[in-house]
């Protein structure tokens, strides 16, 4: 172990222990979720570089081949858990570099050529965002289609409506749960503008200027399988950051749409309302109170939405103070980052299941229904029979406690227009989440096979 202010010895120089340790920051664990990404990357990088003008072509087609051959030893490495990334590696770039030089020699110290870290930082962002977002995206669905399912299931069951929580109007469980899937699928459209932002190559930018040699940043573009390059160099670098603030507020916004589907559920599960019951894997007991079933699950849904919300706070803040050009400080969003995504991507997975065997209690929900829920129903009849609103209003008001019991179920029934309980489109829900499926796999295909086709082995590797 080297002692504390001793220097040591890293790729690009003589660097104390401490203001290593400082300026690594969580990179060497961070990183890990980067290997692939920049093996990729730098598979691309190394292909141009093998199809530059003759006069300054530093490697060889041969060249870019072996290269190509010993990052996929590196990916077979990682994945097996075996590919170290060291303190005086100081992050994943300099890592795969030191492990590219000690096997292929001169041949790994050309990789760099006409790149930077900053711009191979920003490209492995880019790929290992693309993959979640794509992730991100099939969860929503999945998630999307448990609610829709949930909604179709019980589209008839009668559910209070409420407003200040306050009991207002006759509404349906189908209702209730397919304006939660409705809020998810808007919230896809924000994850979707994000991946096509997302969807563009920084690399060639290199520390943020660009290189005074003919590089192909078209090309490269085209073999990560990305839509375009970013077309200005310092705007890739720039981008960095905000990019990554732009995806955590559309994950904000899906965790806000499964914070409130969550705190719904914690309140209908109650004994006091006992409209839905959780099923029993996803309750949690006390270790004093022996009859305890706690919505834990709901509750930490609740607390990660604002943790994800901080985490993109904690990324606008950091770009806020950043000026043009690569700086430091941008390293530090990784790891709100991918935090942000992680917790995002857990939360919308353990909610699919408990909504597929959420339990729908029709008694309790029934019993919901006192007669001045359907007070502003009996003032619409009195309308119907010729008198102004607000009169009818007065009357029902002046006469409250003559409101007679109405069946709920028809009261539910005659709410037949556009978007009403017994008006609902789930077809409509239906198409819009098989269409985001269906964005998935074609995206994802596509992605694919131009990465399969850069590495000449099938990708994602299988274990
Ligand atoms: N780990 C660094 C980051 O995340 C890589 C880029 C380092 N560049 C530099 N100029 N020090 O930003």
Redesign the pocket.
């Known amino acids: 172990m080297a002692k504390n202010n001793s220097p040591l010895k890293t790729t690009v120089g003589v660097v104390d222990a401490e203001v290593l340790a400082y ?3 969580r ?1 060497v664990e961070l ?1 890990r979720h980067l290997i692939a990404a920049d093996c990729l990357g730098t598979a691309a990088h190394v292909t141009m570089l093998a199809r530059m003008p003759k006069e300054c072509r530093v490697l060889s087609q041969a060249d870019a081949k072996k290269v190509i051959a010993e990052l996929g030893a590196i990916l077979r490495r990682a994945q097996a858990g075996q590919f170290e990334i060291t303190l005086e590696d ?4 300099l890592a795969v570099e030191r492990n590219l030089t000690a096997k292929l020699g001169d041949l790994g110290k050309k990789v760099h050529t006409c790149r ?3 711009d ?2 920003a490209v492995d ?1 880019r790929l290992f965002a693309k993959e979640e977002l794509l992730a991100v995206l099939a969860e929503i669905a999945s998630l999307a289609g448990a609610l829709a399912a949930f909604a179709r299931n019980h589209a008839e069951v009668p559910m209070v409506g409420r407003t200040h929580l306050q009991p207002a109007m006759p509404s349906s469980v189908g209702l209730w749960a397919d304006a939660h899937a409705a809020a998810l699928l808007d919230d896809a459209a924000l994850v979707l503008a994000a991946y096509h932002l997302n969807d563009q190559c920084p690399l060639g930018a290199a ?1 943020s200027y660009g290189v005074p040699l003919p590089i192909d940043r078209q090309l490269v573009s085209d073999l990560l399988g990305f839509s375009r390059p970013v077309a200005n160099v310092l705007q890739a670098i720039n981008s ?1 950051g905000k990019l990554e603030s732009v995806i955590l507020g559309a994950l904000t916004q899906v965790m806000l749409t499964l914070s409130r589907l969550a705190q719904d559920l914690v309140l209908f599960t109650m004994p006091e309302f006992g409209y839905f019951a959780l099923p029993a894997a996803f309750c949690t007991g006390s270790s004093i109170m022996p009859q305890k079933k706690n919505p834990d699950v709901l509750e930490l849904v609740r607390s990660r939405a604002a943790r994800v919300t901080a985490c993109q706070v904690a990324v606008l803040d950091i770009v806020r103070s950043s000026p043009s050009g ?1 700086n ?1 400080d ?3 969003a ?1 790891e709100p980052f991918m935090e942000g995504l992680s917790m995002t991507r857990a939360t919308l997975r353990i909610l699919a299941p408990l909504i597929a065997g959420l339990e729908v209690n029709r008694e309790a929900l029934l019993k919901g229904f006192t007669p001045d829920v359907f007070a502003t129903d009996r003032a619409l009849e009195l309308v119907a029979g010729g008198m102004p609103f607000r009169d009818a209003y007065h009357h029902v008001k002046a006469h409250l406690d003559e409101l007679q019991n109405v069946d709920p179920v028809a009261a539910v029934a005659k709410k037949t227009h556009l978007g009403a309980p017994a008006g609902l489109n789930f077809d409509g829900t239906t198409a819009r989440i098989v269409a985001i499926a269906e964005l998935v796999s074609d995206e994802r295909a596509e992605f694919h096979a131009a990465l399969s086709k850069l590495l000449g082995t099938k990708w994602p590797m299988t274990k």
């Open positions: 300026t690594a920051g990179d990183d100081q992050d994943v770039h930077s870290r900053n191979q930082v962002l520390a960095r690569y430091r941008l390293q530090d990784k």
